[in-house]
């Protein structure tokens, strides 16, 4: 995120890109526990010409921040931030800050009301991290994390102090425990080659999206016809030939799996 927030142009400046939907379905934990930030299309670069304001509301209104509810002025990397704040409200407390019966009465408070503190729903919860994450969701952005760095910043602190740890390689293993048999189809789909890889990440995401949704998942899909294979020519080093048949007709070849190119 603080990549994408200091990306310069060809000119050298700032580009000010906000993403503007910063929420649990735009984030990807891969098996090998890295950790990637997707769907950019809502995003907009502060530099374009000819727009000085961001009209309409864009994003998920729950994990939106009270300007980007107001949707009455320029968002900056702030905005950002206070939505990372409600993805760790969420993650360390197990609900979002603000419910309501409508996405109305949500946006209300929001724009109207501080985040309850953490405590209040995990009585342990540690007074560091609660520091944190109310900070990135003050409503008020001058006194929020000026920075994604700096907010990531805080976060290792915290993980040092309490001697966690935090790398790709525990995040690996947390994916290998609760998804076990996920990580047995991605070996086997690496296996096979980049044909399968790509056919089960197309169906990963097809079917994160639908829970994101909250559509019933659906049965598993039957498995992908075979192609079939590409012509061969007389030289092909990748012939696999039997025992002539009795007639003397030239046996059959199989070509190896079909290459794809991305």
Known sequence: LHYAHDKVGADGKPLEIVHRDISPSNVLVSYDGAVKLVDFGIA??????????QSGLKGKIAYMSPEQCRS??????????????MLLYELTTGQ???TGESEYQVLEQIVNRDAPSPRTIVPEYPEMLERIVLTALARDPATRFP?????????????????????????????????????????????????FVEQHVVRTLIEAGKAADGVPDAPDAPDAPELPPPPLSD???????????????????????????T
């Open 44 to 53: 907009r670069a502060g530099t374009r010409p000819g727009k000085t304001t």
């Open 72 to 85: 009455n002025g320029r968002l900056d990397r702030r905005s950002d931030i206070f939505s990372v704040g």
């Open 96 to 98: 979002p800050p603000f």
């Open 147 to 195: 920075t994604a760095l700096a907010l990531q910043t805080a976060l290792e602190d915290f993980a040092h102090e309490r001697r966690l740890r935090v790398s790709p390689l525990v995040l690996s293993r947390l994916m290998s425990t609760l998804f076990p048999e996920r990580l047995e189809e991605w070996d086997e789909a690496k296996s096979q080659g980049a044909f």
């Open 235 to 261: 030289d092909d080093p990748t012939a696999v030939t039997g025992p002539p048949p009795a007639d003397g007709t030239p046996p059959p070849r199989r070509a190896s799996a079909p290459r794809v190119v």
